[in-house]
């Protein structure tokens, strides 16, 4: 089983921005796809951004684009999600998560099967 921590949360205002990292360790030669979701209160958990590891193909939600942006560092096992001109409606929960098999250029969140902790994201108006 993949292990994932992701670090990088944290309260901002409106505008502002944040990274957030997620370090894979245990298996990761086996990880086709990373991903980062979010999970607000009440709502379902969503993809915001994958990306494939080999080819680096991305994936965003219609949400985010133009103002997130996943990228890796296949050296260091880990990959980073720029978050900028957050808004308070992407405050959530957010999980990085590992797929050993991913349809590229989706967030299907039933294909990854390996999740870190979350680390929360607040953006206050």
């Known amino acids: 089983q993949v292990q994932l921590v992701e670090s990088g949360g944290g309260s901002v205002q409106a505008g502002g921005s944040l990274r957030l990292s997620c370090v894979a360790s245990?298996?990761?030669?086996?990880?086709?796809?990373m991903g980062w979701f979010r999970q607000a209160p009440g709502k379902e958990r969503e993809g915001v951004a994958t990306?494939?590891?080999?080819?680096?193909?991305?994936y965003y939600a219609d949400s985010v684009k133009g103002r997130f942006a996943i990228s890796q560092d296949n050296a260091a096992d880990t990959v980073y999600l720029q978050m900028n001109s957050l808004k308070p409606e992407d405050t959530a929960m957010y999980y990085c998560a590992a797929a050993i098999w991913c349809t590229v250029g989706t967030g299907r969140v039933y294909e990854y099967a390996d999740w870190g902790q979350g680390t929360q994201v607040t953006v206050s108006s």
């Open positions: 990306i494939y590891t080999s080819g680096g193909s991305t």
């Open positions: 245990e298996y990761t030669y086996s990880i086709k796809c």
